[in-house]
């Protein structure tokens, strides 16, 4: 979650910092390099300024509020701006409003500021309490004509702003000139969508091929409805010249049924009018939403990171890339996925993006190592494996095709499946080299969460690193050394303590002095951390039902073609089944909105709300919100026939990375598992959202979190209490009960595979190679990156490995 750090200069320690300042975001580094015996990276200080935090999100999407009111309303007919009143109108003129004004006075059917800021203003409800108002109603024919300009002579043009990036902000007073245009019909906008952004017709094609093409987005569903174009004829009619003006009167029958007859038909026609808008608008504001919802500044990669994705995707070098908690392995894992895709756009299936379990392959979009291998539970030996695999079309297929294979979550894979993997992909592509010549692209921290020991098996699992096929699998070995996580150095050298299992007891007082209550005044609770689930959902449900108040439940929405492989794929996501929730209820974000509100954040349930309420009111509090704007929102909330539109949201009051509180109404996310192809094998459809009092040290892995207290006591597993402790971004927000130096375990085996690392290091410094740990190992026959200096024995051998269990017991 944290994404700043601050230069800290000082004593080279153990987590010696090279910070710098970057542009707006201060960094500090709490680099673990001495770990593995290296001097300080030098090139680490050059990373690129990070990208402006602000993103469309803040500003523009409905269904998040920072300061600004919500703006969005594609075609400028928002229930915003009909709350708003003229205020609107005021600041920022609606397209059609400023279509009218290019136009000028000599275009009679264009009508004035004023007049679309009254037409707007017209509510329903208006009429009801106006008695003594007569008026009467007419269609119009048609859309006030496209004013005629010469290109650049416009007001308008010439205050154009520079072309957008896909996710900037164009704020109504900045909208591109398409958008003075008339809607589409949904023929056309299809059309418009399926072509190249260069090849579109336009009037402006000028400005839209400044612009980046943007990602097809599917029409709202009423736009399918037939016949669409009379529908949109029908919206557009209510478009500001179909609104009755005060300022226009007519020649009036003044008999009191005449009145009473006119006000009803204009009634029935508003209504009708006013619905049909309203689903056109939620259409598209639900599009809107989704879209950007999904964006996310980017981050800026790291020398090391973008050493090791060029390793990867440049020379194509299998790489298992490592280093503690916190030093952006997913980040980078994330940005590597990116980079192979494009460059396998042409065909996707040469990359299979897996992890050892399913909650962390759901993490990175990808499936579990044993799904891609097509093996089941993988029990049975290689050759009963491969028949079972030849006699899977599919299976036997991605082995064929795939030319990368990503594995994340390393450390808890066994190596006997690895070993099996290898195997397996030898015989089934025909190639003697390990995995059948396929580019591996591992990452993991063998300090964290080790393999789970197969039931009935009285040995203790192996690590994959102690597989007889990992070392002539594997290029390069690559530690990052740059915690981006936890700010404070000492922090960070004391969790570095910890994953080691070699504290000195300053580290233990230091920890001990973190058993104190934490208290804050926001309203946000400490996460509490436990090892099973049971204890997890125990806790969360006995905190949600000590709140008073309605319980509000949302079931997920799952589907994929074949039900029994859809359950056991999402048995294991993030997003759950069923999620029941009231006001007050503690909440954590499961998906990454932008650069502040990220999966891992945590918030609050101030409220329930629909989509259109929330619109409206900008998620302020029934307190900021006049009894005028009220009875709209009651209006607009009863002109709703869907259903779905009627559902009430949780909004959640979010505390962002950034310090700042964020209100949104979190409506239902996708998730899906896809082969390469596209091929949905399962998906959920589910609010982002999971009860945050308490997790499990199994899901709360990879996560960062603001504050959490954790109960050593109960602590069982090596590598529980280190992923438990190292979440926490700082010892501010981190409570430790128990803590004791034997509750830390750090496996023998792993201290010493990590030491190996460290004295390949020593090799490779004499190459200077620049600042990473690299630890590159020769496949048989294979002349490159192996210097003719290094020892054999550094191979980690079975021998080794029974030494250390000796030496450890
Ligand atoms: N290059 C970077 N610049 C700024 N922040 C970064 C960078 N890389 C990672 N981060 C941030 O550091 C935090 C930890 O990143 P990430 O979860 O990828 O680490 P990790 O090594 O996978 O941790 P863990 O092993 O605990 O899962 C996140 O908040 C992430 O946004």
Redesign the pocket.
Known sequence: ?????KPTGGKPSSFPSNGQSTGSQT?TQSNISTMFNKPHLANSSK?TP?APAKTALQHRSPNIINSNPPRFFPKGQGLASLYKQSDSFKEEEAPEATEATKGGAAQPSAPSVSELAAAVQFSIEDLSDDESLALEFQAPSALPSRPQQEPGSSKIEQNEPPPASNTSVISWSQSSPSHYRPPPRPSELMAEQLQPAAKRPSPDNEAQESVPIKKKRQLPPNWDRQPADQDLKEVQSTLPTSTPVKTNPPLWNTTESAVKAQKKQLKTQQQQKESIKFEATLGDMHQAMKSHVSKSAP????DE?KYIKSLVVEQGQSVFFT???????????RAIIQDLKKKYIRDPERVAITASTGLAACNIGGMTLHSFAGIGLGKEDVNTLVKKIRRNPKAKNRWLKTKVLIIDEISMVDAELFDKLSQIGRIIRNNGRPWGGIQLVI???FF?LPPVPESGKTREAKFAFEAATWNMSIDHTIA?T?V??QKDPEFAEMLNEMRLGKISDKTVRNFQALSRPLHFDDGLEVTELFPTRQEVDSSNQKRLQALAGKTYRYDSVDTGSDPVLRDKLLANMMAPPTIELKKGAQVMLIKNMDDTL?N?SLGTVIDFMTESTFEIRGGADDSDVESDAKRRIRSFANALSNKEANKEYPLVRFHA?DGTQRNILCVPEDWKVELPTGEVQAARKQLPLILAWALSIHKA????LERVKVDLGKVFEKGQAY?AL??ATSQKGLQVLNFQKSKVMAHPRVIQFYNKLSTAESVMKKKAAGSITSYTIRRPGDPRALPPTRPQDERYDDEQNEEARIAYG
Do not use: H, Y
């Open positions: 979650m944290q994404q700043s750090r960094k990373a990070a981050i800026v990669l790291s990171q280093g503690p908690a916190g030093t952006g392995k997913s980040v980078l894992m990452t993991g921290d964290q990052l740059e981006f996580r990220v891992g990375v892995q990879g996560q960062t992923v190292s979440r």
